[in-house]
């Protein structure tokens, strides 16, 4: 809306004074800023509502796992679950305010953001009104994550029109860029739905996702505001892809609406994000690292998601093949409860992880 408001400036003559004061919101960095706010204080205020509308509609909450820690079923009974709505729509407001409503690549993410939503809404809808922690059949749900995967990376590959677009580019040397054509589309597709169900599965205690979303979404706002600007990109030696500055706006969005759902989700959370956030946000995180060519540095800027999914594919195998457990329990965080930490220790700690992750992948800009 305020990208409108400086081109109507433009073409209204006689508003000079006007023109010079909207002119600050050119700068993708003032509407960053502004996309941080808008996206926290709308879901600082109106979570209350959200909450109470949830707990209201949802009667008994999420239902608990039982094969989960027997001390969730006691401390975490009755929360109401969907809090990833109070995300979605400070997101899709903060970004629809700041950023230019003419990028295509803005589109793009929030489609994939938004059609990732509705699947975890659906889970989420299932779980509530059949009180079951099973949701719908998680084939059909890889099968739709994935048709919308495809969808956006075959978009993405038709807009970006050269080599690069379909191209994987490494992150630690220069110039070494691997050309994969058309598979590209399945390349890119894999990253994006990885992403989510890796969040998906971080997302079991309070607080612990989305604060690794928000130092995974901080660190993609600095990589995707670098990458567009041509100056920056030539001067750390990576690839400069044009347009996607207006990503670093939603990035914003992201950081800041996420720190407003914090605020209501942080330990004893009054409301969880369930499949609705943690879905949308970690497709969002996939497709964003797969636009501005940093697929291979995501598995270091959301360095617990990997680990969390890692150790829930390393202790199935392992049971399947041996018949044996490596953990206690995964996804690994609940490994450590049983341990005897505290749950808000392991949330610290591993936020406290996810911190040195995204710096070190932010380190790499200059290993080249």
């Not at 739905?193 to 607080?207: C, I, K, S, Y």
């Amino acid at each position: 809306m305020f990208y409108w408001l400086i081109e109507l400036s433009n073409t209204v003559p006689g508003f000079g004074a006007l023109r010079t004061f909207l002119n600050v919101f050119r700068y993708i960095t003032f509407r960053t800023g502004g996309a941080v706010v808008t996206g926290a204080l709308f879901v600082f205020l109106f979570g209350p509502w959200i909450i109470d509308h949830l707990r209201i509609r949802q009667g008994k909450g999420q239902p608990i796992r039982a094969d989960g820690p027997q001390s969730h079923l006691i401390s975490k009974k009755g929360t109401p679950t969907m809090g990833g709505l109070m995300i979605l729509s400070g997101l899709v407001v903060s970004t629809l305010l700041w950023a230019n409503p003419l990028n295509p690549y803005v589109w793009i993410v929030l489609a994939v953001t938004l059609g990732f939503g509705f699947v975890g809404f659906y889970d989420d809808y299932l779980k509530v009104t059949q009180q079951s922690h099973s949701g719908f059949a998680g084939r059909i749900r890889l099968v739709i994550e994935a048709l919308i995967a495809l969808a956006a990376c075959y978009a993405l590959v038709r807009l970006g029109r050269d080599q690069l677009s379909s191209a994987l580019v490494i992150p630690f040397f220069k110039d070494v860029v691997i050309s994969f054509g058309w598979f590209f589309v399945l390349f890119g597709a894999f990253i994006i739905v990885g992403a989510g169900n890796a969040v998906n599965l971080t997302d079991g205690l309070d607080g612990l996702a989305i604060g690794c979303t928000v130092i995974a979404a901080g660190a993609l706002t600095v990589l995707t505001y670098v990458s567009s600007n041509a100056r920056w990109s030539t001067y750390l030696d990576i690839q400069y892809i044009p347009r996607v500055g207006e990503l670093t706006v939603f990035c914003g969005a992201l950081v800041g609406a996420s720190l407003g759902f914090l605020w209501y989700n942080a330990h004893p959370a009054e409301v969880f994000m369930g499949d609705v956030g943690s879905l949308s946000l970690g497709g969002t995180l996939g497709v964003i690292a797969v636009i501005i060519k940093q697929e291979i540095l995501l598995f270091f800027v959301g360095g617990i998601f990997v680990v969390e999914a890692l150790s829930v594919i390393l202790q199935v195998g392992s049971f399947k093949l041996r018949g044996k457990r490596i953990f206690r329990m995964a996804p690994i965080h609940h490994h450590f409860e049983l341990l005897g930490w505290s749950e808000s220790k392991v949330i610290v700690r591993f936020w406290i992880m996810a911190l040195v992750f995204a710096l070190f992948a932010l380190t790499t800009l200059k290993l080249r």
